[in-house]
Nanobody, 123 residues
Framework: QVQLVESGGGLVQPGGSLRLSCVAS????????IGWFRQAPGKEREGVVC????????YYADSPRGRFTISRDNAKNTVYLQINRLKPEDTAVYYC????????????????WGQGTQVTVSS
């Protein structure tokens, strides 16, 4: 059974950092494209960043490369999203998702999704 489980969200003050984790089970994460998406209240889900063997790291236009870093630990079958210098506008539910082998910005082409982890940036 394919499963993705996110963790690491929480309440953090502006300027702080978080590392989100996405643990995969039922499949080998290294063989797939793994994307991070986020959805803020009242807004559509948007792509943040993706990693795959074919594409490396793909950052999407609305995600400042200097603050978001994606990485992968194949031994742990886990993908991470490091977010630095958090801003209130980063507040959202963050999801990881898996698809074939190529990264895509469109969330509709991802096959498997985690349940999401809430990130709240507030003083």
């Amino acid at each position: 059974q394919v499963q993705l489980v996110e963790s690491g969200g929480g309440l953090v003050q502006p300027g702080g950092s978080l590392r989100l984790s996405c643990v995969a089970s039922g499949f080998t994460l290294d063989y797939h494209a793994i994307g991070w998406f986020r959805q803020a209240p009242g807004k559509e889900r948007e792509g943040v960043v993706c990693i795959s063997n074919s594409d490396g790291m793909s950052y999407y236009a609305d995600s400042p490369r200097g603050r978001f870093t994606i990485s992968r630990d194949n031994a742990k079958n886990t993908v991470y999203l490091q977010i630095n210098r958090l801003k209130p506008e980063d507040t959202a539910v963050y999801y990881c998702a898996a698809r074939g082998t190529r990264c895509r910005r469109d969330s509709r082409v991802y096959d498997s999704w985690g349940q999401g982890t809430q990130v709240t940036v507030s003083s």
